[in-house]
């Protein structure tokens, strides 16, 4: 009996490629380089399974004609690259990798958070360059995290595991806004307290951290309103999904000293980031690192194992979206 044919559209970690080799037809992204949407929409039509990754584009278009692939095996969370309605439509189930990358994302989260409050991003240039004078009582002041309210927009695994760093590690108090209501005693467990609206969050928080889903109804959240409600002097952090934020309006925000700075992990166009933004000393750039250790890598890729294992086996895949 033949195994099923799949294909990735990226090289993903050893071990992961190991297990996908030897119980499927695999064939490997060799290069590494990115694949277009039309080199994905032939890989769709010759193979029973395509697994892409979050940098790749699944537009309607890919679906169009005759499909081959029955399953897309997405390594990562988010899946706002890939319109699931398209897929759907062609019988495709769609799975990602929840669960696994929430410690390491909280923690590049408190990574940006600590190194726009304490300029750490401007310090660490300022030696490179060979600019710094020495210690004075006036150079690079920053803010004070500890004893600070941290706002975070979306409270799924992500954002709890953020909020219990930000209280339980900084004594921040912590507020937050979600789509749904949490339970108080459940926001209590990570010293959070929900919130009615967006607005309230932003009025309330020195520092907003994102960890909504991108796409729909999110996308470009965070405006020009959005970031005028925010407190004078606050403080962005995003390592959700690029297009949360309305980069243009971002730009403009951090120009005018509506908001103070910003650290952001993620992109509108990745890998495309703003010559305007590369340009100032007032924002952290990181380049998508949030589950970028070896432990969550492996286990996302063998979550995708998992997921694809149990569709070919006639089971309904764990992590199943669609």
Not at 39 to 63: G, M, Q, W, Y
Not at 166 to 184: E, I, L, P, W
Not at 229 to 239: D, E, F, H, Q, V
């Amino acid at each position: 009996m033949s195994r099923p044919k799949i294909l990735l559209t990226r090289r993903w970690p050893s071990a992961v490629e190991a297990a996908l080799a030897e119980r499927f037809d695999a064939t490997f992204n060799t290069d590494d380089l990115p694949m277009s949407p039309e080199a994905i929409a032939e890989a769709l039509r010759t193979h029973d399974a395509v697994l892409p990754t979050v940098s790749d584009k699944l537009p309607a278009s890919v679906f169009e004609g005759e499909i081959r692939a029955r399953v897309l095996g997405n390594f990562g969370v988010g899946y706002n690259h890939i319109d699931i309605a398209a897929a759907k439509a062609k019988g495709i189930v769609v799975t990602n990798t929840p669960g696994v990358l929430t410690d390491c994302t909280a923690d590049i989260a408190m990574l940006l958070l600590l190194s726009v409050a304490r300029r750490g991003g401007e310090g660490e240039r300022q030696i490179r360059a060979g600019e710094w004078k020495g210690w004075c009582p006036t150079h690079m002041i920053g803010s004070k995290v500890t004893g600070k309210t941290v706002g975070i927009i979306g409270f799924g695994r992500i954002g709890k595991a953020f909020a219990q760093r930000c209280h339980f590690g900084f004594g921040m108090d912590v507020v937050f806004y979600n789509r749904s209501t949490v339970d108080a005693a459940e926001a209590a467990r990570y010293g959070a307290r929900q919130l009615a609206t967006v607005e309230e969050v932003l009025a309330a928080s020195d520092f907003v951290s994102l960890h909504c889903p991108g796409g729909a109804e999110n996308r470009h959240l965070m405006n020009a309103a959005r970031f005028a409600a925010m407190k004078p002097g606050a403080y962005l952090i995003n390592t959700a999904r690029g297009d949360v934020v309305d980069e243009a309006a971002l730009i403009a925000a951090l120009e005018t000293g509506v908001i103070r700075s910003a650290g952001l992990d993620v992109y509108e166009a990745e890998p495309q980031v703003p010559e305007k933004l590369r340009a100032m000393e007032n924002v952290v750039l990181l380049p998508h690192l949030g589950s970028a250790t070896e432990e969550t890598r492996n286990a996302m890729g063998m979550k995708v194992v998992d997921n694809i294992t149990a569709f070919f086996e006639g089971r309904e895949p764990p992590d199943q979206v669609a």
